[in-house]
T-cell receptor, first 111, second 112 residues
Framework: EDQVTQSPEALRLQEGESSSLNCSYT??????LFWYRQDPGKGPEFLFT???AGEEKEKERLKATLTKKESFLHITAPKPEDSATYLC????????????FGQGTTLQVKP | DTGVSQDPRHKITKRGQNVTFRCDPI?????LYWYRQTLGQGPEFLTY????????KSRLLSDRFSAERPKGSFSTLEIQRTEQGDSAMYLC??????????FGQGTRLTVV
């Protein structure tokens, strides 16, 4: 069964304290891995797509990387406005394009 | 704003009543998805349309749930005889074939 697991469930950082979020996946065939940011009461906001092992993408203080079994979202020198839930999702080859999500990591950055 | 639009944003209903939600996707997107999200969990897939054809339904989608996408434009999700377990955020997303999905702000349903 295709499955996505994120860790940790919650993470508290001081402003400027860099860290990484983990997304482990087990799928029959990976078409793509997606990272989204979700603020409370709102829909997920697209951040990155990664398609193959070794690929990296960056946006401001965020960098996503992909291996054959997991993805990391690195947050460098975070600010309070980076506080949100970060969701990881996979698409499986020969599928409809639906996303299979992990449960998310809730990040809190304190000033 | 040309993003995905959902209406209403919030709905409170009594158990046993029927509710209907609407989603307007990004205009050039041919794919439309419905997801359900409960507190502390990631979104779970409910159903998928390519243009006007409903091509996949999750086992989560009981007989009380029905979705349509007439003419391949907006979509509606109806829940009949609502139950307290239906309380959740209902999210709509759209994409081009092979592209990333963009989500709406969701409809928060509370069944009392």
């Amino acid at each position: 069964e295709d499955q996505v697991t994120q860790s940790p469930e919650a993470l508290r950082l001081q402003e400027g304290e860099s860290s990484s979020l983990n997304c482990s996946y087990t799928v029959s065939g990976l078409r793509g891995l997606f990272w989204y940011r979700q603020d409370p009461g709102k829909g997920p906001e697209f951040l990155f797509t990664l398609y193959s092992a070794g690929e990296e993408k960056e946006k401001e203080r965020l960098k996503a990387t992909l291996t054959k079994k997991e993805s990391f979202l690195h947050i460098t020198a975070p600010k309070p406005e980076d506080s949100a839930t970060y969701l990881c999702a996979v698409q499986v080859v020969r599928d409809t394009g639906k996303l299979i999500f992990g449960q998310g990591t809730t990040l809190q950055v304190k000033p | 704003d040309t993003g995905v639009s959902q209406d209403p944003r919030h709905k409170i209903t009594k158990r046993g009543q029927n509710v209907t939600f609407r989603c307007d996707p990004i205009s050039e997107h041919n794919r439309l998805y419905w997801y359900r999200q409960t507190l502390g969990q990631g979104p779970e897939f409910l159903t998928y349309f390519q243009n006007e054809a409903q091509l996949e339904k999750s086992r989560l989608l009981s007989d009380r749930f029905s979705a349509e996408r007439p003419k391949g434009s907006f979509s509606t999700l109806e829940i009949q005889r609502t139950e307290q377990g239906d309380s959740a955020m209902y999210l709509c997303a759209s994409s081009r074939s092979g592209g990333e999905a963009f989500f709406g702000q969701g409809t928060r349903l509370t069944v009392v």
